[in-house]
């Protein structure tokens, strides 16, 4: 049985800072905060001791950090990058103040987003491609555990590729999903949107 592990980089924005929509166009570091939870991830899968087939993330430099302290507490290479891990592109939102994106869109097109992955009007998603570049990555066979970091936008393509929508399809910076895939390519979730 292989083990997935979903994992969405940290923070990029301080607690004292406007949060803004940032997606695949905005190629931000992880601030201080951010820096922390990668480390509490790398702990937590250091102490785990799983048997790390592959570390695998997103180009974006947030992800890239993650995966790196993630690697380095657990004693693995550092992860190679994978475009379908890729954030979502915000269309006219990108940038902007999370006010503002509701004031444009408004909170049904936010919770279509969050809880069923219907994008607003105007982001750039290609739901399909992500959908089954999931389905191809679950389809690989192996036994171990493969840790992909990520971001939200990708990150919730997933649980719709394996068929086990949630409620709630977010998961928070510096939290995990995990997902068995058994022999017969079954796709089980195990816990969604858990931090160490």
């Not at 979502?88 to 992955?117: F, K, S, T, Y």
Request: net charge negative.
């Amino acid at each position: 049985m292989r083990r997935l592990f979903i994992i969405r980089h940290g923070n990029t924005f301080a607690s004292s800072a406007q949060a803004c929509r940032v997606g695949a166009r905005t190629d931000i570091p992880l601030v201080d905060s951010g820096h922390d939870q990668a480390r509490r991830l790398g702990d937590w899968f250091a102490a785990q001791a799983l048997p790390v087939r592959r570390l695998l993330s997103s180009p974006l430099l947030r992800a890239r950090q993650t995966a790196d302290a993630i690697a380095a507490a657990i004693g693995h290479a550092p992860g190679e990058t994978a475009d379908w891990l890729g954030e979502i592109d915000h269309g006219p939102d990108e940038g902007r103040p999370e006010a503002d994106v509701l004031a444009r869109i408004g909170a049904q097109a936010l919770a279509d987003w969050d809880e069923r992955a219907i994008p607003p009007n105007g982001w750039i998603v290609d739901a399909d491609a992500r959908i089954a570049a999931w389905r191809a990555f679950f389809a690989q066979e192996g036994e171990g555990a493969d840790l992909l970091v990520t971001s939200n936008g990708a990150a919730r393509f997933a649980l719709i590729a394996a068929g086990v929508p949630l409620g709630a399809l977010k998961l928070r910076t510096g939290a995990f999903g995990e997902l068995a895939v058994d022999d017969a390519g079954r796709v089980a979730l195990l816990r969604w949107d858990a931090r160490p």
